[in-house]
């Protein structure tokens, strides 16, 4: 019986879960390999003051854009140039601080030995990744990242599979390792992806989402209950700020606030909003990041946040609803 069967699984589930054992074994091989080579290629990369261009052909190509992807985007400026292209005019981007990776499990890519010389040349240091070191492209190498796995996950041996997914992830290691080593932060992670969710929470400004002051519902600390109704229902925003003759908030008044005065018995026709208002009421600067206006308001159970300037006069306010429209939240 086919061993890839013998379990009584379909096929394909047997042969699935065949492919998932190799590349994890795969993986998990790297880490025994790594070592001073390692370190050798993370201080070439620092030591330089260029930009590193991966390159690559076939499948190890296609790897090395994404390393040259994760490269940019964790502090290290990294392009892709294919191997071919090369040696047909585009070596002219590297430079003599330029390090150059280049990718190839064989190691003997017709493509990648033609321009290692020219490579040399330039002045700028190789590090190869390959699956041999005895290779000759390893052998040229200021420093080679052995990504060799015993087997490839395909039933013939032959279709990169194993192979391509140890280089991705040496190529990971190697970009934490920059990143760490460059003391690469959130916010710098933020800065290069500002159209995703991460951006949007690290370089959204309280100033950019809050309703400005003049949108802002108000009393005076004086006015009377029903007053302080009709505000907040104008405004709509579940709130009206309680302000002093100077525009420095004293309280804050609220849907819940309205609440718990009626469960006390509050006559809404007499009383005045000073009675039942939040006294001291929370509030950040229009400066603050809204992702900590988020974690403010979630912390203190509110919905509605008050904006102050450096005085301490109202600029704004800003709800969850606010939040959430500008997906912060």
């Known amino acids: 019986m086919d061993p890839i069967s ?19 074994d795969a993986v998990a091989a790297l880490g025994a390999r790594i070592g001073e080579e390692f370190e050798r290629a993370v201080e070439i990369i620092l030591a330089r ?20 992807a994760t490269l940019a985007s964790t502090g290290t400026p990294a392009y892709f140039v294919h191997a071919a292209e090369a040696a047909h005019g585009d070596l002219g981007m ?16 017709e493509e990648l030995l033609t321009i290692v010389p020219l490579v040399k040349r330039q002045g700028a240091r190789l590090i ?21 796995v ?36 959130a916010e710098d992670f933020a800065r290069s992806h500002p159209g995703g969710a991460l951006g949007r929470r690290l370089l959204t400004h309280v100033g950019d989402v809050m309703r400005p002051a003049p949108a802002v519902p108000r009393v005076g600390s004086d006015a009377p209950l029903t007053q302080a109704l009709l505000a907040m229902t104008a405004g709509g925003m579940g709130m009206t700020a309680v302000v002093d003759a100077d525009e420095v908030p004293v309280g804050i ?30 509030s950040i600067a229009p400066g603050a990041l809204a992702a900590e206006a988020a974690a403010t308001m979630e912390n ?18 800003l709800t969850t609803h606010d939040l959430m429209l500008a997906k912060v939240i």
């Not at 003051?49 to 854009?65: D, F, L, P």
């Not at 190869?128 to 060799?148: F, N, V, W, Y």
């Open 49 to 68: 003051h260029g930009r590193v261009i991966v390159t690559g052909v076939g499948k190890s190509g296609h790897i090395g854009r994404k390393l040259a």
């Open 150 to 185: 015993a087997e490839e996950a395909c039933p013939l041996n032959l279709a990169p599979t194993a192979s391509t997914t140890a280089a991705l992830a040496l190529g990971d290691a190697l970009s934490v390792a920059l990143l760490d080593a460059r003391g690469f932060a």
């Open 128 to 148: 190869a990744m390959t699956g041999k070191p005895d290779s000759p492209l390893a052998r040229e190498a200021d420093a080679h990242l052995d990504a060799g």
């Open 253 to 282: 008044f609220t849907d819940g606030d309205l609440r718990r005065a009626l469960e006390k018995g509050c006559d809404v026709r007499s009383a005045r909003v000073s009675e039942v208002m939040t006294r001291s009421p929370r």
């Open 6 to 24: 013998a379990s009584g699984e379909s096929r394909a589930v047997a042969l699935a879960r065949r492919v998932l054992r190799i590349e994890a």
């Open 94 to 109: 590297i430079t003599p601080e330029d390090v150059v990776i280049a990718l190839s499990n064989s190691g003997s890519s």
């Open 300 to 317: 203190m159970r509110i919905s509605q946040l008050l904006v102050l300037d450096d005085a301490g006069r109202l600029a704004g306010a």
